[in-house]
Structures are given as structure tokens and as C-alpha cells.
């Protein structure tokens, strides 16, 4: 069956098996492994994009169900060469450790930084319950979400903030 | 104990909290983990798992999977026998008879727990290599089984291995049981508990996988895989499993996801995919599913303790007596049985001085997942068990449990110690009492006491647990652990190349799996030649690109890996300053190498850059005499003894009365991991170690049915503790510097885990006490406390 969607801003159109998970649509089809699989119950979270501006876990859809959609990756978030704030967080406090759970954990902090900009750490330890992460204790992911939610409201990054939000 | 040199350099990057220069590939979805990886004409491997705990194998039927389009090849036990020898346990226990049976890659005539392997397919995309392992028709002729350790050593259990009498790998022992026993019945005081430290599922988030390529035109073997160790893995897989020539496999463990341990070992799949990539001449690549990684990859922990601790009534500790019986699973994993009688048997005794100890573990067969290291491996057993019943000595005497702890900790001055007769190599340094001291300051011990008080007045269950802890890392030296029956050295190995241009390539035989030792790793190589972070890349993992390597487990890629790159730096220091010396001609006397240039001593200005050296060096044109050209230098560590990490960890709980459900209100953690290359990098360690043990405290257990169904079995079913239910940690340190390697590191990868889980269960008891209720099993889930609580 087709499928139409946009990832990263560039327009993809393939014929797709009906049962192809999107996650191995982004993956395997379209070549972008940034994006991982930790399980296959849809705990995890490692999986996680935004689609038409909502953090969704990429395993629990169909890539036909994504058709005509607007995919963003964690490839796609840096813009111009520049990182995203929630990338420059992630970095500077430490929020990584193996990396694999890193892709989809900022993109669940972005779907959660677009509905709560300010967030208290208890609304931070909720938003980003639905993604796991078994290397830092999650502390430093808490401190690398604020670090970018304060930075995306004021001066610069607020404008890159914007910038990515209004291309959804 | 020698005394290795301490480093010449005065540190500028040593020491601080410097960004990782992994990070930028992993924050930007750059990094390229094993599933990544895409070779030309890549097959894809599934493999069909046991449904049985134990069952005979009468006939498996792989023609309607053959048959499927897509489908290139189908394998079963049958077609590896000859082909492939069974995996090798590389780390029996020392000193006593090991019962080790073959564990062949896939089953031939029985399985014998669910997730043994029965059969592989090839085929061209993994759809449709799991689609025909549905038309794989196995029949099987189920067994009893048996998922219990003493149930398994009990007369008329089933029977796994006729290798194996009673189920037993093997019953190792430590100490004097005479003197001990004599003891303890004397003793004023004795207090004794039963023990679960409970099976748990190690849970990196990248699960495990391999792809082979075989090269017909070269007949060499590469295997990427998700490893811990790539070096280990290419001589046990060549030498002892595939029979390949070692000069003719590769093994490369690319960006891993995580470990924990359960990345150490070999398993069947590496084996089964180097197989097909032969016989199908493409490349193959398998990765596990989720639910394949919780029955087919190591579990951890699952020992069965007996604990009996004699004392004084003024609260001195006298005598300690231990059963343990470890559960390992269907087969003796590469390291199950060593981590039982080496890191486990050898340190139940703790910090604590205690004259008179016996110590005897069994390492049991059943029909469940192999278990083996998992963070921590052997010492959470340990300090688990000697830190519950230090709290329950406490309790018996009505002392303060930190002072019963300062009571018996082991004094600076006893230091090198040998904990009596476990047959230990020494701690090498330890300040027990001031990190007691400072983590009791930092929670505020006198206020949080008077503060419980005053809660249970209220009829509030509030509780304080502590977790001093010591624990053996940068595990070494080659000669000891031979004796302890590891079949391998225990070295380090680096390679240092300074090129052309004044930029330095080191390559570590350590592989991390998420540490940033690509960071540290340059922190100390940066500074051994006075250059910038930036000019030096760490490589790693790779089994063609350096001198054999041990790898990453036991908290010893720092202590032993960064070890020898400073040796190896070290050569070079001194040729360098040859070769300076040389250009600026003067004695090699008269100059010094400091901050990057050689330079005559006393006369300002009269030096060479790092980099002038460097292109001589490659120039090789104006050296000294005799001189080879190039800078390269290969050194291998091999430390007199082990290192001793320690210190004490403070938890405090609330629990709910109502529901049983425990919260954890502060959690204060002062370690002591000698010299710190990084603070931001180890404060992460202990952060990621202390989840981890608060996860097996009060949310994880893998549980099975008495069928040997893995109930656990999916992450919906075992609770890997997520963002809102971990707390705030509060880190400090102490500084105790080990003489045992040139870094004073002693390592920080285990050690949060190790000190977490006692402390939690400490003050969850403590906060029950006024109730009466001295001691349940991990994990603490709000269930159990709600039973223990309504009686």
C-alpha cells in the first residue's frame, strides 16, 4: 500500500506492507536509525517522534496510519547546524549516558515542552514517564529539560523554539 | 602491595567536569548502534525459543518455513554439532570441583528453560524471518521442572545435566567453619535471617544482537556485536567455539546501548549468525526482541541466604556465618560461577573487622534463564546481607545502627586489610568512618532521629537507613584471579600514537558501553602531553585496532584501562623529551616536559612545542642516535591488587499506612572512589547505580511460575523504574587515593548499586520497627509492606 508522509521536512512516498510499524518505516525503509527500538510493549519510549506536533511512540502505529503526516525525528531537530536547546541541555547536564534512550526522551521533553513551556520538575518526572531510561537515574534528564525550557523562553533560542513549533 | 608512580603531569583536564565528546553523535541520532548497522546484501536471523521449561526434543519441522518466499535458510541444533563447539564458562569457580555441562548454541534433543534456542532462520527482511519461525513445528515431550535453587538440589528434583549430581555446579567455601561455629556459640548475642536477594532482569535499553560477515576471498570473520568485551569474545568465539583461526575473526562492538553486565558474556547467537553468514555467504545480522532479551540474556542476582552475625552486648562483632545458594540459571554462563565465590564469597565480610568468618555458597542449575554479573555482580549479595544484619544486630541491642557500623568498621591504620580467612587479596586504603561521618552530616542524622520521633508519635512510619558499604573493583591482577579460576589474564592494554601533526590516537582494550571513557579516557591522555581535549580521540572496541583487551566489567576500565594509557603516555613522555632535548642540543637532563613544551631548564624561551617534536619524530630525520622514528607506545597495566571503593549511602522513607506504599523523602549518598578524572561523569554512574539498586529495593523481581514461566516476561511485566518513581539524589564525596595504580581511581560504576539497595531496605524496616516487623524480602512493593503491616 502507498504512504505519504513528510519527515524532517522532506516528502517520502513508499509502498509499505499494512502491518509495517512506522518505527520500521523511519528506520528501515527510510534509512533514519536516529530514531531506536527498546521493546515490544510500547514501554519504552526509545521510539518516540512528534507527529503533527504530538510526541507518539512510533512503535504503537501503523506506518499507513502516518500517512499524510508531519514527522519529526531527532534528526531533524537541529536546524542550520545549530542544536535544538533540549539537545544543548541534554549535553551540557549530563542527560546521556549510553545514549539509546536519548533520541526518544527529547522528543518527549519537545511534545512536552510545547504543552507546559515552564514545567515543574514533578510535571517534567510525569511527562517523560512514558520513556525509560536505565543509565542516569533520570535526575540530569530532569535538569537538561530545564535547562532548555528556561533558554527557550528567553533571547535567541526562543525564537529557534518557536522557529521548530511553527513548522508543525 | 608496589606502588605504582603516581602521574608527572600536573592535571589541568584530570578533574574536571568536562562535556562528553560523545555526545554530540547521540543527541543528533548519529550514533550507530548494532540494529544501525546495514551491510551490502544483509540477511536478517530469527531465532525459535523453547515454550517449555524442560522438555525433550522428538522432532522439529522446518519445511513449511523453507518453504515460505523470502525464506534462505533454516538451521537446528542438528546442523551445528559438528560445526560448532558448545560455549565455553570462562570463570569456574576457584579452588573446588565446577560440574560445568555443554551448553550447545541451539538445543539438540532437550531445552531446558524458556528461551533455549531450537532453530534459526534467514531470511531477507526480519518480518519475515519471524514469520517462519510460526511454520516451525517442534514436537516436544515436556519434563518437570524446577525454578527453585534448593528445590533443585533436593533428592528426586528434576534433573538437568547428568553432568551435574543434584543440580550442583559447585559448593565453594571460605574461612574457618570450626572457629567460626565455636563462636557463635558462645557468642552474647546472635542474630539470624533468611535472605532473598532477589532474580532481577539487567535491562539495557539497547538489547543484545550480533551480525557476521564472512569474507571468502580473505576467510575472515567479522562480528559486529553489542559487547562489553569484543576481545574476550573473538578468543573465546575463535578459539573455543567456532574454530576459527584468532587471526581470522574481528570482532567490533560498535556504539552499545548499555549493559550492565549482561553484555559480558557469549552467547549463542554471536555463534549461530558467524554460522549462517558461511553458509549462506551474505552477511546476517539477529537482534533480540524485548521478550527474547528477558528470557535469552543473563539475569542477575537470586541467591538464597542463611545469615548468622555474632556480637557482643556492647555491639562487636564477633563472628559471621554464611549459607548461600545461587541460582544460575539452565547453564553455567561464561562468568556465573566466579562471580558466586569471587565477588560475592570473598567480600560478605563488608567494612567490618570480624574475627572469625565462614562463608559457603552453592551454585545451582534450574530450569530458568542463565544467570550471571549483573552490575554490582556478587558484592549487592554481599553487602546486601551484611548490611541487613548489621541493622538487625543494631536493633537487637536497641544501638544506633551508626554506631554499631563505627564500632566495627575497619580502622585507617589496619590498611592493606585481608578480611579474616576468606582468602581476599587486601583492601587497599579505606576512611570507613569519614564518609560514615560525612553522609550523617549531610542528611542531618541528629535532626532526622529527633524529627522520627516526633512522626511516630504521630503514628507516622518514618525510617532512616544506612549502607555502608566497601566493594572490590579494577578487578586484576592476571595472577589472582587465575587462582580464583578465571581462565584469562586480567590486564589492561593501551596503544598511544602521536601523529604527524601533533594530534593523539589512543586506543583503549576496554569497551565501554555508555561510561564516556571516549572523555575521560582523552581527559588523561590530554594531559600526559599538555594538549587540548580536543586533540586526542580515544578508539575503542575494535579488535583490529589494538593490542588485546580485556573490557569493561568490575569497575575496571579506569582503574586498569586509564592506567595503561598513562604507562603508555609515559613511554612517550620520555622520548619526547629525548628528542627535544636533541633539537634544543642539550642533555636530556637539562629539560623538562611541561604544559606541551620541552624546555630548557632555567633559560626562559629555549623550547620545542609538542607538535615541532611530534614532526620530527615523524620526519625521522634529525633524532638522536640509534633512534626510531614514530611516537607509538603500547603498555599493559596489570595492577598488584584490586581497588576498594566505599562509603556510606543514607535513605529516608515515609511509608503510607493505609496502602503500604513507600516513598522515598531523601536520599544522600557520600562515596569514596579515590581520584576523580570526571565529577559530572561519576556523579552520573552513581546516579544511573543507585536507581538501579533502589530499583531491585522497591519495584523489580523477575518472577517465574513453578512451570519455569518467566511471568516477568515483557516490560509491561517487570517494573524498570521510571522518572516519577526515582528521587533527588544528593551526592558528596571523600577522597582516599589507592596506591595500586597511577590514576589513586578505584572505579564507580558498581557502587551506587551495590550501597542503594541496603540503605532503602534499611529504612523501610526501620520505619516499620515500631510495629514490630523485622525483615521482608525484596522487592519492598507496597503490596508486601500493606500484608506485613495488616499481619
Given at each position: 500500500m502507498k504512504v505519504s508522509l513528510t519527515i524532517n521536512g522532506v516528502e517520502r512516498t513508499h509502498d509499505v506492507e499494512p502491518r509495517l510499524l512506522l518505527v520500521n518505516y523511519i528506520r528501515d525503509v527510510v534509512g533514519l536509525t536516529g530514531t531506536h527500538i527498546g521493546c515490544d510493549t510500547s514501554q519504552c519510549g526509545a521510539c518516540t517522534v512528534i507527529m503533527n506536533g504530538l510526541a507518539v511512540k512510533s512503535c504503537t502505529i501503523l506506518?499507513?496510519?502516518?500517512?499524510?503526516?508531519?514527522?519529526?525525528?531527532?534528526?531533524?531537530?537541529?536546524?542550520?547546524?545549530?542544536?535544538?536547546?533540549?539537545?544543548?541541555?541534554?549535553?551540557?547536564?549530563?542527560?546521556l549516558q549510553c545514549g539509546f534512550c536519548t533520541p526518544g526522551m527529547i522528543l518527549a521533553a519537545y511534545g512536552l515542552l510545547e504543552r507546559h513551556p515552564r514545567p515543574s520538575e514533578e510535571e517534567i518526572r510525569h511527562g517523560i514517564e512514558g520513556n525509560l531510561c536505565r543509565c542516569t537515574g533520570y535526575q540530569n534528564i530532569v535538569a537538561a529539560i530545564q535547562w532548555a525550557a528556561e533558554r527557550m523562553e528567553t533571547g535567541e533560542e526562543a525564537r529557534f523554539g518557536r522557529l521548530v513549533t511553527s513548522s508543525h | 602491595m608496589a606502588i605504582a608512580e603516581p602521574p608527572r603531569m600536573a592535571p589541568k583536564l584530570v578533574g574536571t567536569s568536562i562535556k562528553r565528546k560523545e555526545d554530540p553523535r547521540l543527541i543528533t541520532g548519529n550514533g550507530q548502534y548494532l540494529d544501525d548497522i546495514k551491510l551490502p546484501g544483509m540477511a536478517h536471523v530469527a531465532i525459535l525459543r523453547s515454550p517449555h521449561a524442560h522438555a525433550r526434543i522428538h522432532h522439529i519441522d522446518t519445511s513449511a518455513a523453507r518453504a515460505l518466499p523470502g525464506v534462505i535458510d533454516v538451521i537446528t541444533g542438528a546442523d551445528l554439532v559438528d560445526a560448532v563447539n558448545p560455549l565455553p564458562c570462562a570463570f569456574p569457580a576457584g579452588g573446588v570441583e565446577n560440574h560445568i555441562p555443554p551448553h550447545r548454541v541451539l538445543a539438540v534433543d532437550r531445552v531446558r528453560y524458556v528461551g533455549d534456542g531450537v532453530a534459526a532462520v534467514v531470511a531477507e527482511d526480519p518480518y519475515i524471518a519471524h514469520d517462519a519461525l510460526e511454520l516451525i513445528t517442534v514436537d516436544y515431550e515436556p519434563l518437570p521442572a524446577v525454578v527453585d535453587q534448593e528445590k533443585a538440589m533436593a533428592d528426586g528434583a528434576p534433573h538437568l545435566h547428568d553432568e551435574a549430581p543434584h543440580n550442583i555446579c559447585m559448593h565453594w567455601t571460605a574461612g574457618d567453619r570450626a572457629a567460626t561455629d565455636a563462636a557463635l556459640k558462645s557468642a552474647e548475642v546472635v542474630v539470624r535471617q533468611h535472605l532473598h536477594n532477589q532474580r532481577l532482569i539487567p535491562n539495557p535499553m539497547e538489547t543484545r544482537g550480533a551480525i557476521a560477515r564472512y569474507d571468502p576471498?580473505?576467510?575472515?570473520?567479522?562480528?559486529?556485536?553489542?559487547?562489553?568485551?569484543?576481545?574476550?569474545?573473538?578468543?573465546?568465539?575463535?578459539?573455543?567455539?567456532?574454530?576459527?583461526?584468532?587471526?581470522?575473526?574481528?570482532?567490533?562492538?560498535?556504539?552499545?546501548?548499555?549493559?550492565?553486565?549482561?553484555?559480558?558474556?557469549?552467547?549463542?547467537?554471536?555463534?549461530?549468525?558467524?554460522?549462517?553468514?558461511?553458509?549462506?555467504?551474505?552477511?546476517?545480522?539477529?537482534?533480540?526482541?524485548?521478550?527474547?532479551?528477558?528470557?535469552?540474556?543473563?539475569?542477575?542476582?537470586?541467591?538464597?541466604?542463611?545469615?548468622?552475625?555474632?556480637?557482643?552486648?556492647?555491639?562487636?562483632?564477633?563472628?559471621?556465618?554464611?549459607?548461600?545458594?545461587?541460582?544460575?540459571?539452565?547453564?553455567?554462563?561464561?562468568?556465573?560461577?566466579?562471580?558466586?565465590?569471587?565477588?560475592?564469597?570473598?567480600?560478605?565480610?563488608?567494612?567490618?573487622?570480624?574475627?572469625?568468618?565462614?562463608?559457603?555458597?552453592?551454585?545451582?542449575?534450574?530450569?530458568?534463564?542463565?544467570v550471571d554479573a549483573y552490575r554490582g555482580a556478587?558484592?549487592?549479595?554481599?553487602?546486601?546481607?551484611?548490611?541487613?544484619?548489621?541493622?538487625?544486630?543494631?536493633?537487637?541491642?536497641?544501638?544506633?545502627?551508626?554506631?554499631?557500623?563505627?564500632?566495627?568498621?575497619?580502622?585507617?591504620?589496619?590498611?592493606?586489610?585481608?578480611?579474616?580467612?576468606?582468602?581476599?587479596?587486601?583492601?587497599?586504603?579505606g576512611e570507613y568512618a569519614g564518609a560514615l561521618d560525612l553522609a550523617l552530616q549531610k542528611v542531618g542524622y541528629a535532626d532526622l532521629r529527633r524529627q522520627q520521633q516526633q512522626a511516630r508519635a504521630q503514628g507516622r512510619l518514618i525510617g532512616v537507613g544506612l549502607s555502608s558499604y566497601v566493594e572490590i573493583c579494577g578487578l586484576a591482577p592476571s595472577d589472582w584471579v587465575q587462582k580464583e579460576g578465571w581462565g584469562g589474564p586480567l590486564y589492561e592494554s593501551a596503544h598511544v600514537r602521536v601523529l604527524a601533526t601533533g594530534k593523539v590516537v589512543a586506543t583503549t582494550g576496554t569497551s565501554p558501553h555508555g561510561q564516556g571513557h571516549e572523555t575521560t579516557f582523552a581527559q588523561i591522555v590530554?594531559?600526559?602531553?599538555?594538549?587540548?581535549?580536543?586533540?586526542?580521540?580515544?578508539?575503542?572496541?575494535?579488535?583490529?585496532?589494538?593490542?588485546?583487551?580485556?573490557?569493561?566489567?568490575?569497575?575496571?576500565?579506569?582503574?586498569?584501562?586509564?592506567?595503561?594509557?598513562?604507562?603508555?603516555?609515559?613511554?612517550?613522555?620520555?622520548?619526547?623529551k629525548a628528542i627535544g632535548a636533541h633539537l634544543l642540543e642539550v642533555a636530556v637532563e637539562d629539560?623538562?616536559?611541561?604544559?606541551?613544551?620541552?624546555?630548557?631548564?632555567?633559560?626562559?624561551?629555549?623550547?620545542?612545542?609538542?607538535?615541532?617534536?611530534?614532526?620530527?619524530?615523524?620526519?625521522?630525520?634529525?633524532?638522536?642516535?640509534?633512534?626510531?622514528?614514530?611516537?607509538?607506545?603500547?603498555?599493559?597495566?596489570?595492577?598488584?591488587?584490586?581497588?576498594?571503593?566505599?562509603?556510606?549511602?543514607?535513605?529516608?522513607?515515609?511509608?503510607?499506612?493505609?496502602?503500604?506504599?513507600?516513598?522515598?523523602?531523601?536520599?544522600?549518598?557520600?562515596?569514596?572512589?579515590?581520584?576523580?578524572?570526571?565529577?559530572?561523569?561519576?556523579?552520573?554512574?552513581?546516579?544511573?547505580?543507585?536507581?538501579?539498586?533502589?530499583?531491585?529495593a522497591l519495584y523489580e523481581a523477575a518472577v517465574y511460575d513453578d512451570n519455569g514461566q518467566l511471568l516477568s516476561g515483557s516490560m509491561a511485566d517487570y517494573a524498570v523504574p521510571k522518572a516519577t518513581d526515582l528521587p533527588v539524589f544528593e551526592l558528596d564525596r571523600t577522597v582516599t587515593p589507592t596506591p595500586v595504580n597511577p590514576l589513586g581511581s578505584k572505579g564507580a560504576g558498581e557502587a551506587g548499586t551495590i550501597a542503594a539497595a541496603p540503605a532503602v531496605v534499611n529504612a523501610v524496616m526501620d520505619a516499620l520497627a515500631p510495629l514490630g516487623i523485622k525483615h521482608i524480602d525484596m522487592p519492598l512493593t507496597a503490596q508486601r509492606i500493606w500484608a506485613a503491616i495488616s499481619g
Open positions: 506506518a499507513m496510519q502516518a500517512d499524510g503526516a508531519e514527522i519529526l525525528t531527532i534528526e531533524g531537530l537541529a536546524r542550520n547546524g545549530k542544536l535544538h536547546p533540549l539537545q544543548e541541555g541534554f549535553w551540557e547536564k549530563h542527560g | 576471498g580473505t576467510g575472515e570473520m567479522t562480528i559486529w556485536m553489542t559487547s562489553q568485551c569484543p576481545h574476550v569474545h573473538k578468543i573465546l568465539l575463535a578459539a573455543f567455539v567456532l574454530g576459527i583461526p584468532e587471526h581470522k575473526v574481528r570482532c567490533i562492538a560498535p556504539e552499545v546501548g548499555g549493559g550492565f553486565g549482561s553484555k559480558i558474556f557469549v552467547y549463542p547467537d554471536m555463534a549461530i549468525c558467524a554460522v549462517l553468514a558461511k553458509r549462506v555467504g551474505r552477511p546476517v545480522k539477529f537482534v533480540e526482541t524485548r521478550r527474547e532479551n528477558y528470557t535469552a540474556t543473563t539475569h542477575g542476582r537470586d541467591h538464597i541466604q542463611d545469615v548468622e552475625l555474632a556480637a557482643t552486648r556492647d555491639g562487636t562483632i564477633t563472628a559471621l556465618r554464611v549459607r548461600s545458594i545461587a541460582n544460575l540459571g539452565a547453564y553455567a554462563s561464561t562468568g556465573a560461577p566466579g562471580v558466586v565465590s569471587t565477588l560475592f564469597g570473598r567480600m560478605v565480610s563488608g567494612c567490618y573487622k570480624i574475627p572469625h568468618i565462614f562463608n559457603e555458597a552453592y551454585g545451582v542449575y534450574t530450569n530458568t534463564s542463565m556478587g558484592r549487592p549479595e554481599a553487602t546486601y546481607l551484611i548490611e541487613r544484619m548489621v541493622d538487625l544486630l543494631a536493633a537487637e541491642l536497641q544501638m544506633d545502627p551508626a554506631e554499631v557500623r563505627r564500632k566495627n568498621f575497619i580502622p585507617p591504620e589496619d590498611f592493606p586489610y585481608e578480611p579474616s580467612g576468606l582468602g581476599l587479596v587486601p583492601y587497599d586504603t590530554a594531559d600526559q602531553f599538555g594538549v587540548g581535549i580536543d586533540d586526542v580521540e580515544i578508539l575503542h572496541g575494535d579488535t583490529a585496532q589494538g593490542p588485546f583487551g580485556l573490557g569493561t566489567y568490575g569497575s575496571r576500565s579506569l582503574a586498569v584501562g586509564g592506567s595503561a594509557l598513562v604507562q603508555a603516555s609515559a613511554k612517550l613522555r620520555e622520548k619526547i629539560v623538562e616536559f611541561e604544559n606541551g613544551v620541552v624546555a630548557v631548564k632555567g633559560a626562559p624561551g629555549r623550547q620545542k612545542t609538542f607538535a615541532e617534536i611530534a614532526m620530527a619524530a615523524w620526519l625521522g630525520s634529525s633524532l638522536p642516535p640509534g633512534m626510531e622514528g614514530l611516537l607509538e607506545a603500547t603498555a599493559v597495566f596489570d595492577p598488584p591488587d584490586c581497588t576498594f571503593p566505599f562509603g556510606t549511602h543514607v535513605c529516608v522513607v515515609e511509608i503510607d499506612r493505609e496502602t503500604g506504599q513507600p516513598t522515598i523523602l531523601r536520599y544522600v549518598a557520600v562515596d569514596d572512589v579515590g581520584h576523580v578524572i570526571n565529577p559530572m561523569v561519576v556523579d552520573g554512574q552513581l546516579h544511573g547505580g543507585i536507581a538501579q539498586g533502589i530499583g531491585q
